[in-house]
């Protein structure tokens, strides 16, 4: 099955001159989620994961089936005010400016082994924060996944030095 036919290009959205990589489509499938989920779980069969991570919100969707795969827990990166209890936070760039995650501090323990699952690695800026806030907590980033690649837009290079999957590159 070739997942990146699974995946909807929306032209204009959310800005003139972006192509939206639209992975509901992907999603509903039952057949190219599972394909999906499976795919992005292997490489890290073997790793003994503690610890998924999903960044919100599309993160949510790949991260969880994946921890549930690997027999592991799974934590939540949320935007600033949505989480309950006492939080970290990181702000980053963007290429418009500045926006931030925050983590649950007592979410990852001291030597935790970490997975961090999102369905888009673009600039690499919400990957980078969510690194560095698991890597204060102590917690050892074992890999980064990721349903869908922009690799024209060098997020890779920005994470140089983890463990990067992806599944579906665009160029």
Not at 46 to 69: H, L, M, N, S, T
Not at 130 to 159: C, D, H, P, W, Y
Request: negative net charge.
């Amino acid at each position: 099955m070739n997942l990146q036919e699974k995946i909807r290009n929306v032209p204009n959205f959310p800005q003139e001159g972006i192509q939206f990589k639209d992975i509901t489509t992907l999603l509903k499938d039952r057949d190219a989620f599972r394909l999906a989920i499976d795919m992005l779980a292997t490489p890290y069969q073997d790793q003994k994961i503690d610890i998924v991570i999903g960044p919100e919100a599309r993160g949510f969707a790949v991260g969880a089936p994946v921890a549930y795969v690997l027999g592991a827990g799974f934590v939540p990166i949320r935007k600033p005010g949505k989480l309950p209890a006492e939080t970290i936070c990181h702000e980053y760039s963007l290429e418009y400016g500045k926006d931030s995650l925050e983590i649950h501090k007592d979410a990852i323990k001291p030597g935790d082994r970490v997975l961090v699952v999102d369905d888009l690695l673009a600039t690499g800026g919400t990957t980078m924060a969510t690194v560095k806030m698991v890597e204060q907590l102590g917690g050892s980033i074992v890999g980064l996944a990721f349903l869908i690649e922009l690799s024209f837009l060098n997020g890779r290079q920005v994470l140089d030095g983890y463990d990067i999957t992806s599944l579906i590159q665009y160029a």
